[in-house]
Structure formats: structure tokens, C-alpha cells
């Protein structure tokens, strides 16, 4: 039936309901807080130790604005506004989206106050052809609780965009690994009475069907039912159109049964000042196995989804609590922040999948093979892999889970993202490029954690394939090597590029780890090959790429000449470990002068002094972030080396970096991409959890568990 807006109930007599429903159901849960049980005790809720990792906070959000689902050769050809309508190739997006993790099953909330041009499915954003610097989310959401489980999650949304006249916080907590309850809790900020439309999407992928229940939804997948029930929506639909939601909604209302894989269901809230309503949902998957018909698994899907919808509130209450205790005692000093660096990573996690076929660069068709879950630089603004980046997660992740860890460098260093030839591609926007070949060392750091033999076995032909493959393709002269903008976009670089002090040193690196690695799997002979191609590389740096006037290591030009600003391209021989002693004094000066490298928030990318230098963002179409800010994984590494040459420097620079961050995200909630220069102020994507969350390593090192009494 079509529900026009005019038809609705009145808005008095819907306070009137609710209000009624809300007194029994606080009397409810008090009765339960003063007579029952610990809940849980009485829910019998299954430990998190025992959750399988079939659902989670996997799904993305933005799908959109990146070369998997271009248009017309342009990476940004779908913008925010075109994705209401247009349909995705590979995957799809919502906001606290919960899904299976083969990307089968999607739930998701959305938002309409009546007046915004469009609904909210996805956090909204400008694309990187709008922004003032780049991709820019214009939505105000920030990340709370989540844990290795994903047995509880939290983030709050301030709706809509402009005036976030509401605060949003929307949770999942997971009964058992095949039932949930998602709550959505809304509370009116201002000081009159407003309405909202509050809408609950459950959907599947291609093939999926979506059937209506009494009181809910059922989702029918390949091999699975999953059952949604909740309160009494105003209005539901299901529909196989992408933009129907939208369009409807703000229409005459939602259209009931059309048939389809997308089902919604609609709640209007006319909330006053100050108040808030609360939408409880149950969700229940039911395998078709073993069998079970489709009418018996929708029977007990449905069944099971009544009693998360019943024991729900007492299901959060008990999944908070225990999320309260993840990582905790884990660290003697920024406890706080370690936690949420970690449970950041893990809202990073999403499903990604993808062929290798673009429209930008159609190259790499067929040579790709993702369907995995994977931990991303950053859920909106960077959702999608970046290799060295994902370095970086494997070595934080590892303090969440080494198996967790070693997944993420499975992935990268597999036949189904490395190419034949040993290549490790950067990431979806730069697939022929370099990333600093930096897997070694994580796969070293990693097994570290895990003293997994076989894994680092695994691992190790694959390393070898992507040295061989650096020597062979990037090698200039003897000993060097160039690779052109080595993941740091806008670091300076001579216009004709010849020798890289970083690409060079980043090789240096990659042997050390390389003969550490064939050393612990016996193979010594290879271990003294990696260290002699190490020395090698060591004595063509200090030959070439040394400057004895202004004691620091430069890029040289095709000319021959060094090109001679001093940034982040220059300390990576100090992070390799190739400087000789005597050299070190003019380095470790550079690295301690206020006016040269030292800030306070760490190391920055480029020396104040310089003319090129820039400490933040730099304007409107300025891309200035390698040009003075302040990065965490290259000040992680830099603590790294300096704790053998300079333990004092290497404790400063950890701390300024850890103060920065925690400032930043005690006055943000939010843990950013860079970090201005001069003011240590976050920059950049607002969850860049991926290698920010290094900060959860510098802690761990720095501040070491507390000791035992």
C-alpha cells in the first residue's frame, strides 16, 4: 500500500504511543535491573572468545569515488549525489554497516529530516575535484567501542550535516556468531520539538531476495536466511531500485512490497527538546544445511530474531561492559588512547572486492583477485588497499591478534594482489607504482609477536620475488635505486629524478630483513647474500647520495646533483640503519632543532627552514601534506632507529608524537591522517586508524605493561 505523508497518524497520538511504550519498557528493564540476574549470567550470552568472525563492521563506507567503480575513465566520476542511483559493480556502503563477511548480507541506518535534498545512506562528502584539499567527508561521525570480536560497536552521528540538529548514536552487539541487536538512539539537541525519519536498511547483493515478515524483514541469500524484526515501522519498503529509498521517502512514501533485494523500514520520530527515542531491531541468520528447508529456516531465523529483539537492551548492557575491559591493563601510561587506537584499526576492517578492472587503468583486469577483509587507511576516505599502509596495520594489528596480522600481509604478498613478476602494486589509484618495500620488515615484526615459523616460511618466496623484482626493475647504476614518488606524493623531488635516497636506503632495509628471515629459516647462504647486497647499497649511499657541506643524504638529480631540501627522503638511511658514526652528529642535530625537524608533535617531513616548507593542509588546491607535517609511521620508524643511536632523542620524539595524537583526539575523537607541523593540529582523513594506529605501538614500547606485584 502507498502511504502518503498526509496519512500519517497524528502527531500527538504517535507521543502519545510511544511515550506509553517507553514508561513500560523503562518499568521492564528496571524490573529486570533490580530482581534478575547479572545479565550475563541470565542471557547465557556466548563468550567473545567464541565468536566466529562471520559478521562484523565489514561494510564500507564509500564505495564510491574510487577507480573500481569509475565512470567515463575518471576515478571521481561517481560522486556522493550519483550514488543514490547508480548501481555498484563490486560492493556497497552504508553507515554503521554490519554485514557477513563475504559482503552477502548488509545492514545499515539512514536519515531524512524532511528538508535535506536528499536521504542519508552513506556518510556524505565531497569528491576530490571539490574538496579544498583533496576528498573531504563532510558528515560528523566519530568511533567509540569496537573489539576483536566484533561482538559490540559504537559511533555517534551528528544529523543532518549543516545544523546536526540530532545526535545519533547507533550500537550492535552480537548475542551469539549468527544473532544480533542493532539500536538506534536519537536525541534532539535543540531547544524545540523536531521530526526526523529514521530508517533501518537490510539488503543483499546480486541474487539475494528480500521478503516482508509480520514485523520485519526476511532476507534470503545463497545459503542462508537472515531474519530482521523490530518495533512497528511507519512505513516499509522492498524494492530491486537503488534510488527508490530516496526517492519515495521524500516523495509520497514508501511503496510497501515491489519486490526485490533491498528492504527498509521506516520509522518517523517526532521528538522534543532535548529528548530522545530509541529503534530496537533483532537479527538472526539461519544456514540452509543439514536439512533445513527455506520455511524452517525462516522460522527459526525469525524465532531467534524475537528473542534479540526481546533481550536487547540487556544484550548491550552486557556487550558494553565487557567491551569496557578489551585492552585494558595492557600499558602503564595513555591507556585510553592505546584502547582506541586498536579498536579503531577494527572499525577499519571491510570487505573489499575487486577484479583489477578499471576504467582509469584497465591494466590490471583479471590480474586481480579481492574478496577479502581487510584493514583500510581509512573507512571513507581511503577504502580501499594501499600496500604500504597495510604494512603498517599487519604490525599493529598484531598487538590485537598475530593471526589477524598475518592475513592482512597474506593478502598483499598472494598471487591474487602481487603480479607475476614480483611487483606489489601501491594501491588502486596508483597500481604501477612503488610503495617503500617495507613488507619484510613487517612480516619480521609480525612473526615477532607470533613465533610462527610456517607463517614467515610462507611468506618468504614472495619477499623474495618482490627483492628480485626491485633489483631488476628499479635499480640505477650498481647499488641504488629510483622508483619515483615512493607513497609520499608530494615530498620534493628534482624533475629529473636519478638516485633516491629513500628508494636506496628502503632497499638497505628490505636486505637486512630479508637476511634476518632466510637466517631463522636456515638458509644461511641466502642470509649472506641479502648482506652483502645490504653492504653494497650502504657504501653507494654514502658515495652518491651524501652531502659533507650540509651533513644529510639527498635525492640526486639525472644531472648528478643533489637536490638539496632536507625531508623525509634523507632520514631513511637512519631508519635503515646505513650511517656511518661520523655522520650521525649532523643528523641527529637536524632531527633535534626546532627550527630544522623537531616539533611539537614529532618529526616533521620537511625542515622549517626550507623554502619549500608548508606545516599544514596549505589552502585551496595546495597539496602540502609531505611538505612539513608531521606522519606517524615515518616518526614510528625513526623512534625505531634512534632507540640504538639516540635513546633520549628517540624517548622526545615519542613523546611530542603521543601527546600530539592524544591532544588531537581528546579534543576530536578522532585519530587523523598527519599532523600540522608548527601546532601539532590532526590534518588529513579523520579516521585514519590504519597507521595513525601506530600510536598504539609507540605506547606499547614506551610504556610497557605495568610490572607484576
Given at each position: 500500500?502507498?502511504?502518503?505523508?498526509?496519512?500519517?497518524?497524528?502527531?500527538?497520538?504517535?507521543?502519545?504511543?510511544?511515550?506509553?511504550?517507553?514508561?513500560?519498557?523503562?518499568?521492564?528493564?528496571?524490573?529486570?535491573?533490580?530482581?534478575?540476574?547479572?545479565?550475563?549470567?541470565?542471557?547465557?550470552?556466548?563468550?567473545?572468545?567464541?565468536?566466529?568472525?562471520?559478521?562484523?563492521?565489514?561494510?564500507?563506507?564509500?564505495?564510491?569515488?574510487?577507480?573500481?567503480?569509475?565512470?567515463?575513465?575518471?576515478?571521481?566520476?561517481?560522486?556522493?549525489?550519483?550514488?543514490?542511483?547508480?548501481?555498484?559493480?563490486?560492493?556497497?556502503?552504508?553507515?554503521?554497516?554490519?554485514?557477513?563477511?563475504?559482503?552477502?548480507?548488509?545492514?545499515?541506518?539512514?536519515?531524512?529530516?524532511?528538508?535535506?535534498?536528499?536521504?542519508?545512506?552513506?556518510?556524505?562528502?565531497?569528491?576530490?575535484?571539490?574538496?579544498?584539499?583533496?576528498?573531504?567527508?563532510?558528515?560528523?561521525?566519530?568511533?567509540?567501542?569496537?573489539?576483536?570480536?566484533?561482538?559490540?560497536?559504537?559511533?555517534?552521528?551528528?544529523?543532518?550535516?549543516?545544523?546536526?540538529?540530532?545526535?545519533?548514536?547507533?550500537?550492535?552487539?552480537?548475542?551469539?556468531?549468527?544473532?544480533?541487536?542493532?539500536?538506534?538512539?536519537?536525541?534532539?539537541?535543540?531547544?524545540?520539538?523536531?521530526?526526523?525519519?529514521?530508517?533501518?536498511?537490510?539488503?543483499?547483493?546480486?541474487?539475494?531476495?528480500?521478503?516482508?515478515?509480520?514485523?520485519?524483514?526476511?532476507?534470503?541469500?545463497?545459503?542462508?536466511?537472515?531474519?530482521?524484526?523490530?518495533?512497528?515501522?511507519?512505513?516499509?519498503?522492498?524494492?530491486?531500485?537503488?534510488?527508490?529509498?530516496?526517492?519515495?521517502?521524500?516523495?509520497?512514501?514508501?511503496?510497501?512490497?515491489?519486490?526485490?533485494?533491498?528492504?527498509?523500514?521506516?520509522?518517523?520520530?517526532?521528538?522534543?527538546?532535548?529528548?530522545?527515542?530509541?529503534?530496537?531491531?533483532?537479527?538472526?541468520?539461519?544456514?540452509?544445511?543439514?536439512?533445513?528447508?527455506?520455511?524452517?529456516?525462516?522460522?527459526?531465523?525469525?524465532?531467534?530474531?524475537?528473542?534479540?529483539?526481546?533481550?536487547?537492551?540487556?544484550?548491550?548492557?552486557?556487550?558494553?561492559?565487557?567491551?569496557?575491559?578489551?585492552?585494558?591493563?595492557?600499558?602503564?601510561?595513555?591507556?585510553?588512547?592505546?584502547?582506541?587506537?586498536?579498536?579503531?584499526?577494527?572499525?577499519?576492517?571491510?570487505?573489499?572486492?575487486?577484479?583489477?578492472?578499471?576504467?582509469?587503468?584497465?591494466?590490471?583486469?583479471?590480474?586481480?583477485?579481492?574478496?577479502?577483509?581487510?584493514?583500510?587507511?581509512?573507512?571513507?576516505?581511503?577504502?580501499?588497499?594501499?600496500?604500504?599502509?597495510?604494512?603498517?596495520?599487519?604490525?599493529?594489528?598484531?598487538?590485537?591478534?598475530?593471526?589477524?596480522?598475518?592475513?592482512?600481509?597474506?593478502?598483499?604478498?598472494?598471487?591474487?594482489?602481487?603480479?607475476?613478476?614480483?611487483?606489489?602494486?601501491?594501491?588502486?589509484?596508483?597500481?604501477?607504482?612503488?610503495?617503500?618495500?617495507?613488507?619484510?620488515?613487517?612480516?619480521?615484526?609480525?612473526?615477532?609477536?607470533?613465533?610462527?615459523?610456517?607463517?614467515?616460511?610462507?611468506?618468504?618466496?614472495?619477499?623474495?620475488?618482490?627483492?628480485?623484482?626491485?633489483?631488476?626493475?628499479?635499480?640505477?647504476?650498481?647499488?641504488?635505486?629510483?622508483?619515483?614518488?615512493?607513497?609520499?606524493?608530494?615530498?620534493?623531488?628534482?624533475?629529473?629524478?636519478?638516485?633516491?635516497?629513500?628508494?636506496?636506503?628502503?632497499?638497505?632495509?628490505?636486505?637486512?630483513?630479508?637476511?634476518?628471515?632466510?637466517?631463522?629459516?636456515?638458509?644461511?647462504?641466502?642470509?649472506?647474500?641479502?648482506?652483502?647486497?645490504?653492504?653494497?647499497?650502504?657504501?653507494?649511499?654514502?658515495?652518491?647520495l651524501w652531502d659533507a657541506t650540509s651533513g644529510f643524504y639527498y635525492d640526486q638529480a639525472t644531472s648528478g646533483e643533489l637536490y638539496l631540501h632536507k625531508s623525509y627522503a634523507g632520514l631513511v638511511p637512519l631508519i635503515a640503519g646505513v650511517v656511518p658514526p661520523e655522520r650521525l652528529p649532523p643528523i641527529?642535530?637536524?632531527?633535534?632543532?626546532?627550527?630544522?625537524?623537531?616539533?611539537?608533535?614529532?618529526?616533521?617531513?620537511?625542515?622549517?627552514?626550507?623554502?619549500?616548507?608548508?606545516?599544514?593542509?596549505?589552502?585551496?588546491?595546495?597539496?602540502?601534506?609531505?611538505?612539513?607535517?608531521?606522519?606517524?609511521?615515518?616518526?614510528?620508524?625513526?623512534?625505531?632507529?634512534?632507540?640504538?643511536?639516540?635513546?633520549?632523542?628517540?624517548?622526545?620524539?615519542?613523546?611530542?608524537?603521543?601527546?600530539?595524537?592524544?591532544?588531537?583526539?581528546?579534543?576530536?575523537?578522532?585519530?587523523?591522517?598527519?599532523?600540522?607541523?608548527?601546532?601539532?593540529?590532526?590534518?588529513?582523513?579523520?579516521?585514519?586508524?590504519?597507521?595513525?594506529?601506530?600510536?598504539?605501538?609507540?605506547?606499547?614500547?614506551?610504556?610497557?605493561?605495568?610490572?607484576?606485584?
Amino acid at each position: 500500500m502507498r502511504v502518503p505523508r498526509s496519512g500519517r497518524q497524528p502527531w500527538w497520538l504517535t507521543l502519545g504511543i510511544v511515550a506509553g511504550l517507553l514508561a513500560v519498557v523503562a518499568l521492564a528493564v528496571a524490573a529486570v535491573t533490580l530482581l534478575a540476574p547479572p545479565p550475563t549470567a541470565q542471557l547465557n550470552l556466548v563468550p567473545r572468545s567464541e565468536l566466529d568472525d562471520r559478521w562484523g563492521s565489514f561494510l564500507s563506507e564509500r564505495e564510491w569515488g574510487t577507480p573500481r567503480e569509475a565512470l567515463n575513465g575518471s576515478g571521481w566520476g561517481l560522486l556522493w549525489r550519483n550514488a543514490i542511483t547508480t548501481d555498484y559493480r563490486f560492493g556497497d556502503d552504508g553507515i554503521a554497516g554490519f554485514s557477513d563477511r563475504d559482503g552477502e548480507f548488509r545492514l545499515g541506518w539512514a536519515f531524512w529530516d524532511g528538508t535535506e535534498e536528499h536521504l542519508t545512506e552513506r556518510f556524505s562528502g565531497l569528491g576530490n575535484p571539490e574538496g579544498a584539499s583533496g576528498e573531504e567527508i563532510t558528515d560528523d561521525r566519530v568511533y567509540h567501542e569496537n573489539e576483536p570480536h566484533h561482538a559490540y560497536q559504537r559511533l555517534t552521528y551528528a544529523y543532518p550535516p549543516g545544523t546536526r540538529w540530532f545526535s545519533i548514536e547507533l550500537e550492535t552487539a552480537r548475542y551469539d556468531s549468527s544473532s544480533m541487536t542493532m539500536v538506534a538512539t536519537v536525541t534532539n539537541t535543540t531547544t524545540e520539538a523536531r521530526s526526523v525519519d529514521v530508517v533501518f536498511k537490510a539488503w543483499l547483493g546480486a541474487g539475494g531476495a528480500v521478503e516482508r515478515l509480520d514485523d520485519g524483514l526476511l532476507l534470503r541469500g545463497q545459503s542462508s536466511n537472515v531474519a530482521v524484526v523490530g518495533d512497528v515501522p511507519s512505513e516499509w519498503q522492498i524494492s530491486a531500485d537503488k534510488g527508490a529509498l530516496d526517492a519515495n521517502l521524500r516523495g509520497d512514501g514508501l511503496t510497501d512490497d515491489q519486490g526485490g533485494n533491498i528492504g527498509a523500514l521506516a520509522y518517523r520520530l517526532e521528538i522534543p527538546a532535548g529528548a530522545n527515542k530509541i529503534i530496537r531491531l533483532g537479527v538472526a541468520e539461519v544456514a540452509l544445511a543439514d536439512g533445513v528447508t527455506q520455511e524452517r529456516a525462516q522460522t527459526m531465523a525469525a524465532e531467534q530474531a524475537h528473542a534479540m529483539l526481546d533481550q536487547g537492551s540487556q544484550i548491550i548492557v552486557a556487550r558494553r561492559d565487557e567491551t569496557a575491559r578489551v585492552f585494558a591493563g595492557a600499558v602503564s601510561g595513555h591507556e585510553s588512547l592505546y584502547r582506541q587506537a586498536l579498536m579503531s584499526t577494527i572499525w577499519n576492517e571491510t570487505y573489499y572486492r575487486w577484479d583489477g578492472s578499471s576504467s582509469v587503468n584497465n591494466s590490471y583486469a583479471g590480474l586481480i583477485d579481492a574478496h577479502d577483509v581487510l584493514i583500510l587507511p581509512d573507512k571513507w576516505e581511503y577504502p580501499w588497499p594501499a600496500s604500504w599502509d597495510g604494512a603498517f596495520h599487519a604490525v599493529t594489528a598484531a598487538l590485537i591478534d598475530p593471526t589477524l596480522a598475518q592475513d592482512q600481509l597474506r593478502f598483499y604478498l598472494s598471487d591474487r594482489w602481487q603480479q607475476a613478476n614480483g611487483h606489489i602494486p601501491c594501491g588502486e589509484w596508483v597500481m604501477d607504482a612503488e610503495c617503500p618495500p617495507i613488507f619484510a620488515w613487517a612480516a619480521w615484526r609480525v612473526y615477532e609477536k607470533s613465533h610462527d615459523d610456517q607463517f614467515l616460511a610462507e611468506a618468504y618466496p614472495a619477499l623474495q620475488r618482490n627483492y628480485d623484482f626491485w633489483w631488476s626493475r628499479h635499480l640505477v647504476g650498481d647499488a641504488l635505486f629510483s622508483a619515483g614518488f615512493m607513497g609520499m606524493d608530494n615530498l620534493p623531488r628534482p624533475s629529473g629524478l636519478g638516485a633516491e635516497a629513500d628508494a636506496s636506503a628502503w632497499m638497505a632495509f628490505f636486505a637486512r630483513d630479508m637476511a634476518r628471515i632466510a637466517s631463522e629459516l636456515h638458509d644461511p647462504a641466502t642470509s649472506q647474500r641479502y648482506w652483502i647486497d645490504r653492504g653494497r647499497i650502504q657504501e653507494a649511499i654514502n658515495t652518491t647520495l651524501w652531502d659533507a657541506t650540509s651533513g644529510f643524504y639527498y635525492d640526486q638529480a639525472t644531472s648528478g646533483e643533489l637536490y638539496l631540501h632536507k625531508s623525509y627522503a634523507g632520514l631513511v638511511p637512519l631508519i635503515a640503519g646505513v650511517v656511518p658514526p661520523e655522520r650521525l652528529p649532523p643528523i641527529l642535530s637536524a632531527l633535534r632543532d626546532p627550527n630544522q625537524f623537531l616539533s611539537p608533535a614529532g618529526i616533521r617531513s620537511l625542515a622549517a627552514d626550507d623554502p619549500l616548507y608548508r606545516h599544514g593542509l596549505g589552502g585551496r588546491g595546495v597539496n602540502s601534506n609531505w611538505r612539513g607535517p608531521v606522519w606517524v609511521p615515518m616518526n614510528y620508524l625513526l623512534v625505531e632507529a634512534l632507540s640504538d643511536v639516540d635513546p633520549s632523542l628517540a624517548a622526545d620524539v615519542r613523546e611530542n608524537l603521543v601527546n600530539a595524537v592524544e591532544a588531537d583526539w581528546n579534543s576530536t575523537g578522532r585519530l587523523h591522517e598527519f599532523f600540522d607541523g608548527d601546532t601539532g593540529e590532526g590534518l588529513g582523513a579523520d579516521n585514519q586508524a590504519g597507521w595513525t594506529a601506530l600510536v598504539a605501538n609507540l605506547i606499547a614500547e614506551g610504556w610497557p605493561p605495568p610490572a607484576a606485584p
